[in-house]
């Protein structure tokens, strides 16, 4: 491994302070950032370890929601008992993800920013703009079974491979970030950014900002939602393709409609466009496979992934359709 | 066909462990992590080795600059082809016991590179990570040319092998008229069949651990299925005195083929042992060990002909592998299927394509696990048209004999295998036509094969070792890699010699100990489990002659045959109440131990007249989501004979183990390359897919008794391969009950399956 300095934060600001210098990254759970320095691919010359800050908590909002602590482990917010109840879309998407050992030891900050699984994000001897910008992108024209259909360009057809984040999309969940600047919200649409001209950056942070929490509004939709993870096995895979649903409804009709998308683009998708066209219209298949088109419309496959463009959506009409068909709040 | 005598020595009746279901005698070793790995040996003065991979698949180096990587504090040594030490000159001292016709690759050893992650480099440092990054700092540049990797795009540049590499034999030659017979047949099923690459990826990573002594000798810790064939190619390669070095591996952490052949880590580390001459370890990377060996993709025609009664009239199997530019691999595939079923017409051809690779290495029933398939995916869709259950199809062309050779099985209990493996499924309960069962919107397929392989016997020998104390030591240079053979060669010398299992220790993985070949090929257990019968039979005869010369010997006036041994102790068999213990002979006899070596040969007056094969029936059933196409394993049985099962315990282990990996190659494992750059591209465990438990649902196991007493003394046959063989058919055919959907490609992904719902 490269040489590195290595210091521990002992309050947020002094986290934000520190990482001023250039190079630097925060290091919470590992379970990525690690792995990636074995593999040379993040190569920070300073890691700020803020695993010891209090910002582990999963507390109550003024607003009637919930505030995730950046560094709530995964498996503590999957299974905190306010989060099953209220929120289980969110509960069933954490664990679909990873084994039980990483989600023990990732933080929701984490998850946030964790980078693409790209065969050639992770293989230094082959092209990659998000890792060696100006490199090209090997998987357009390479192998690419696992790509984008979605919001891609033509330097980067990586997707975010997060579930967690699938489902905070849907939830309109808002990251508070605690910056050089002071603190600030970023509504989570905003947090994630397509690749266009600069794939090297995979969200909207500026140097030197700590995630401090994530804020779920009131609304979790847990009547009527679900988390759907189609994967080439049963566990321990990325999704192909992931669907977070949430309706809202009015004897058979749709009142609100939450539709993210994970597995397919470089953020988790949403349109709310695909959402307008479900309300007020019947919960059933037709009304979920008109959205999906919606939702789908400018999706654009390659060599190896066009499928999913067609499984994407088969699983959203599955996923509204098991939403809908709910009774109440359900466990995960 | 003359009466063949019984094998000599043939154990009639097993009169101890054997045949039971004994516990690993080493499980308790490897649980509390006392078994120790190649990589998990030491000195004070080791050194880490770490290989540079080439980042091009075919091409030449121009410049290597090392200086960054030496101007690091710690970094010992930079080795390359540059600077490497003179080696040996000809391709025989590089050539191993499982090396195909060819020049085996050879590392280091010019500046031409032959394939992705060729090693190009070897850098040494005190650490481990430090050699690691001090390996990216190596400067390396490259001419490259154009490679080929791409085997569909190559496969009409094919050429016929031969011979070319042990234990398979070139396809016989065609029967009949197999091309008139298809066209004449009033039911045909002509289809192409294509099997991705895999690779072995065992949980443990090849490493090698060279320890320096400081007489000069070294022991090398090696991950590998031979310790004697690493041995030799060592001495080979290096001129090294036989004395001088000694290869060790006790334990290996799965290989499953990939152990086979000595591997360039082995290389590397004796490289910089004897360069440095301090105490080297190397271990490869997981993206590294897609360097080197995998089951070759394949690419396969089948065409059956047959009567509307399902009587097979032609059967033709055409494959074309891949193979590397410097040797000829050759797992033949095609053969089994003109040995499976009766058919007057058969035409079998077989093809290797030169591609830009390294060389494809054994892996789990190699050949058949490619084939075998293909042939009964094609049984599947006959029986189909002719509107025939499928296990029918195949009891109606059932094969007495090898169509190939005319010549009898040494036993074959496929009937029996069938109609076991029907009954434990509930067969019987099958509605016959696709997408006619379901539950919800999970649509339920029933689907089954018939697989078969070798039942292969080598050469080895086998010391034994009585002690004065009742104390058995029994050793050979084979290996356990996970299979149970420190338990079934434990079990078979305690049986023959009437000793509890705990008085026997079995000693395998040390290149010092007597002859015995790769283990591989489900061949040990007849193999090495012949040759430890044979040396526990001298020294049971040793012990009835000691005990001859006692002055009061309750044996007196009884042959050795009508003595037994059991419970530590020679009975005479009629009369239990004579008995003398193994311990008061060697007293009595004022014997401190008694020592023997034997060496056991495959019995070739029954081999030369005779086909001997393990055989298999699998049942399976699917669950595919009828709108998502997502595919999951409900439920399997495997139905075994494969001649005496020494132990039901680890033989069981065996096939499930294969079973699991018959899910993976049925569903989930393909190496994905990259034909711009010649790579593989999933070489990671997060994308590279083998099956997790959540894959892998209740396997049922089931021994059929299968009588055999020309294949070895022991009657037993060897398990291992078997499991896998019919598994990947039995898996897309209950996927095409299910659907209606046929896929002839594996892996079977959810794309495929979907790609037919809509």
Known sequence: ?332 | MTAIPSIPGFLKEPNGPIGKPVSRVDGRKKVTGDAHYAAEFTLPDLAHGYIVSSAIARGRITRIDASAALALPGVIHVFTHENRPSLAWFDRKWKDDDAPKGSPFRPLYDAEIHHALQPVALVIAESFELARYAARLVHIEYEAAPHQTDLRANRANTFTPGKDKGGFEPPPKPRGNPEQAFLDSPVQVDAEFTQAAEYHNPMEMHATTVLHHDDGTLTVHDKTQGAQNCHTYICNVFGLSKSAVRVMSPFVGGAFGSGLRPQHQLFMAMLAATQLKRSIRVELSRPQMFSFGHRPETIQRVALGAERDGTLRALIHEAVQESSQNENYVEIVVNWSGQQYACDNVRLDYKLTRLDVHTPLDQRAPGAATGVPALEIAMDELAFKLGMDPLELRLKNYAETDPNTGTPFSSKELRACFRQGAERFGWAKRSPAPRSMREGRELIGWGMAAGVWDAMQGQAAAKAVLGVDGKLVVSSATADIGTGTYTVMTQIAADVLGLPIEEVTFCLGDSSLPTAPIEGGSWTVSTVGSAVKAVCDRVRSQLFTLAGKLEDNPLKGVAEADVLFADGHLIVRDDRSRRLSITDVMRGSGTLSIEEEARALPYLLARARHTFATHSAVFVEVRVDEDLGTIRVARVVSAIAAGRIINPKTARSQIQGAVVWGIGMGLEEEAFTDHRLGRVMNHDYAEYHVPVNADVPDIDVLFVEEHDDMVNALGAKGVGEIGIVGVPAAIANAIHHATGVRVRDFPITLDKVLAGLR
């Open chain 1, 1 to 332: 491994m490269r040489s590195f300095t290595y210091a521990r934060a002992d309050s947020a600001a002094d986290a934000v302070g520190r990482a001023g210098a250039s190079g630097t990254a925060f290091v919470a759970g590992g379970t990525n950032l690690l792995d990636l320095m074995k593999a040379d691919v993040a190569r920070p010359g300073g890691l700020i370890d803020i695993s010891r800050l209090p910002l582990d908590r999963i507390e109550e909002t003024a607003g009637g929601g919930l505030r995730l602590g950046a560094l709530a482990r995964n498996a503590d917010t999957a299974y905190d008992e306010r989060v099953q109840t209220r929120y289980p879309m969110l509960s069933k998407a954490i664990l679909a993800g990873a084994s039980a050992q990483l989600r023990n030891m990732a933080t929701n900050g984490g998850n946030l920013l964790q980078r693409t699984r790209c065969y050639y994000f992770y293989d230094t001897a082959t092209p990659c703009n998000k890792r060696e910008p100006g490199s090209g992108c090997g998987a357009i024209g390479g192998v690419n079974r696992i790509h984008a259909i979605l919001g891609a360009s033509d330097q980067c057809i990586a997707v975010h491979p997060s579930d967690l984040c699938v489902a905070l999309a849907a939830l309109d969940a808002v990251v508070q970030v605690r910056g050089p600047d002071g603190e600030r919200s970023i509504p989570f649409a905003e947090f994630h950014r397509l690749p266009g001209d600069r794939p090297e950056i995979d969200t909207t942070l500026r140097p030197g900002d700590l995630v401090t929490s994530i804020d779920l509004p009131a609304k979790g939709f847990a009547e009527h939602s679900t988390y759907l993870k189609i994967r080439d096995r049963a566990s321990y895979a990325f999704a192909l393709v992931s669907v977070a649903a949430g309706l809202e409804l009015d004897g058979g009709t749709v009142r609100d409609a939450r539709l993210a998308l994970g597995g397919v683009a470089h953020k988790p998708w949403r349109d709310p466009e695909a959402e307008a066209a479900l309300i007020g219209k019947p919960a059933a298949p037709d009304s979920f496979r008109a959205a999906a088109r919606v939702l789908l419309r400018d999706a654009k496959g390659h060599e190896h992934n066009s499928f999913k463009i067609e499984l994407a959506e088969r699983a959203i009409v599955r996923a509204l359709s098991e939403a809908a068909d709910r009774k109440g709040a359900s466990h995960p």
